[in-house]
């Protein structure tokens, strides 16, 4: 069982930067692969970033470049850095966990946070 908190969004102008935080409980650091999951209003959700138990991070096309995602063991916590952010960034972020990392970037997961707004304008 994997417990997900986010906190950290808000709005920005754009090329602006937000970081975004979520406390992971639960197996989530050592059984799962981490990351986050975006929905659009009024499309599907898409994955963001994902952080494997070890080994590299995986961004989509679309943020590549400008977002970093990072845990921290020590505090159980996962980070995403956004920077340069547009406004076709505005979302609701998720911070997910699955078995695999493919699924994230999919936009799927098998564990959800309950999900932090970021309004970029123009």
């Known amino acids: 069982q994997v417990q997900l908190v986010e906190s950290g969004g808000g709005s920005v102008q754009a090329g602006g930067s937000l970081t975004l935080s979520c406390e992971v409980s639960?197996?989530?650091?050592?059984?799962?692969?981490l990351g986050w999951i975006r929905q659009v209003q009024g499309k599907e959700r898409e994955g963001v970033a994902t952080?494997?138990?070890?080994?590299?991070?995986t961004y989509a096309a679309y943020v590549k470049g400008r977002f970093t995602i990072s845990k921290n063991n020590a505090k159980n916590t996962l980070y995403l850095q956004m920077n340069v952010l547009k406004p076709e960034d505005t979302a609701l972020y998720y911070c997910?966990?699955?078995?695999?990392?493919?699924?994230?970037?999919?936009?799927?997961?098998?564990?959800w946070g309950q999900g932090t707004q970021v309004t970029v304008s123009s």
């Open positions: 639960g197996s989530g650091f050592t059984n799962y692969c």
């Open positions: 997910a966990a699955a078995r695999r990392c493919y699924d994230l970037i999919q936009g799927k997961a098998d564990s």
């Open positions: 952080v494997p138990k070890s080994g590299a991070a």
